[in-house]
């Protein structure tokens, strides 16, 4: 692997959407941002140091990738694929 993942599949192991198919409507549906461009790709390649903007129902979540996901496991092993950099977040460490 080159360090890139479909963005839709990144969105589901970082346990942003309940499903594959629920992350790739988001992209699609215009809800991301990669690096502050809008993507409607959910096939989009995502590497460490991109910077996602996801608009959420009710809230705005600004993630920067750190890793490639392998799987779907809990939120412990979610959180190590990204930095949440979201406004009025407080780091957690």
């Not at 942003?16 to 549906?29: C, H, I, N, P, Q």
């Not at 809230?59 to 959180?79: D, H, S």
């Amino acid at each position: 692997m080159d360090g890139t993942q479909r963005l839709d599949k990144w969105l589901w192991y970082a346990r942003v959407a309940k499903t594959r198919s629920l992350a790739a409507r988001l992209v699609a549906d215009g809800h991301v941002r990669l690096n502050a461009r809008r993507i409607e790709t959910p096939a989009k390649g995502v590497a460490p140091g991109d910077i996602l903007t996801i608009a959420l129902e009710r809230q705005v979540r600004v993630l920067k990738v750190t890793a490639p996901g392998t799987r779907r496991g809990g939120y412990p092993e979610a959180k190590l694929l990204f930095e949440d950099l979201s406004p009025g977040e407080v780091a957690h460490e």
